[in-house]
């Protein structure tokens, strides 16, 4: 387990993750109460006192109220006021670019999530660099020429994964423009990326996805634009203007099927529109297939454009 992650944990929980073999922990869940959850690929398992782990919680590591305590206080960096924006969006990005999702009893204002206390669960999910993630796409999609390309998945899918190795790959080849949002991509550290996402991408770290789009257009003259889980209606307006640019887009957004893709209208619109010719579906940070969605699109648009069928609310989905 990385030295970095066991940082955030108290020393029992820490001292039994250092003991966990293998490299394939995709995220570490703790909740009040309960026992400490590892999932990886084969499933979930629950941490043992001595480092091992077991599909039966009945003798694993219970977590308290005063671990949640303590890994909340140590992700925020005992600093909880400094990361309210991050609280209220439900999560907090450490360094390395992992994700420490939290939930608990919402604290709102005028019908507006401000933050979250009584945190009784975090979520830490593992980034990982995985090289090669994107060769699929790179041979099947950018062969004879640089597109735009959506990557969809399930949640916890890999998409990200995916997505940093795509950026990778062009920032090696194209003046590229990353806007990581969460700050979980590149993983800056003093503004210097400590994940490789190529030698000639331009990182827009911590900026919103449409601050982050407009400055690009305006400072760097990307090739490419690359971000995260796109879907809202200031989303999508920030990348039609950079379609309408010439700028090519490789972004992520949730979706098993193309016909989960064009539930959602926003992204419906895209396709319509010709931003997104192809799609990626990923499955276990693999690319197990790629669609030609504006061909989808036209094939199946009487069942695609059905209001009953694709109903959106304009969120990340």
């Known amino acids: 387990m990385d030295s970095e992650i066991l ?28 026992p400490a959850a590892l999932v990886h690929s084969k499933g979930i398992f629950y941490l043992l006192p001595s480092g091992g782990s077991s599909p039966d919680g009945a003798k694993a590591i219970v977590v308290t109220a005063e671990d949640i305590r303590r890994v909340f206080d140590s992700v925020c960096r005992y600093s909880i006021h400094s990361h309210t924006a991050q609280i209220a969006s439900c999560f907090i990005t450490v360094s390395g670019g992992h994700r420490a ?30 090289f090669g993630a994107a060769d699929r796409i790179m041979r099947d999609v950018m062969k004879s020429k640089p597109k735009s390309v959506l990557i969809c998945g399930e949640p916890a899918s890999g ?21 990581d949002e969460r700050c979980e991509i590149a993983a800056c550290v003093r503004g ?31 090739k490419f634009i690359v971000c995260d889980e796109i879907g809202t209606n200031d989303d999508i307006a920030a990348i039609e203007s950079a379609f309408g640019c010439g700028v090519n887009i490789a972004a992520t957004v949730h979706g098993g099927s193309p016909m989960d893709i064009f539930r959602r209208k926003n992204i419906r619109k895209l396709v319509k529109m010709g931003v997104f010719e192809y799609s990626a579906f990923v499955k276990n940070c693999s690319v197990e ?24 609310r304009g969120g990340n989905g």
């Open 192 to 222: 210097r990326p400590i994940n490789d996402v190529g030698i000639n991408t331009d990182v827009f770290s911590g900026f919103s996805k449409p601050d982050g789009i407009n400055a690009a257009l305006r400072v760097m003259s990307p």
């Open 101 to 130: 999702g939290i939930c608990g009893t919402a604290v709102t204002n005028g019908g507006r999530l401000e933050t979250v206390r009584d945190i009784s669960g975090i979520n830490f999910r593992i980034a990982r660099q995985c």
């Open 159 to 179: 998409k990200t994964t995916v997505l940093r190795d795509l950026c990778r790959q062009l920032g090696a080849k194209y003046p590229v423009s990353l806007i």
């Open 289 to 312: 297939k790629i669609v030609n969605i504006g061909e989808y699109y036209e094939k199946h648009r009487n069942n695609s454009d059905s209001d009953n069928v694709c109903n959106d």
């Open 7 to 34: 940082q955030y944990f108290p020393q029992r929980i820490a001292s039994a993750l250092a003991e966990v073999s293998g490299g394939d922990i995709r995220e570490i869940r703790l909740r009040t109460g309960r």
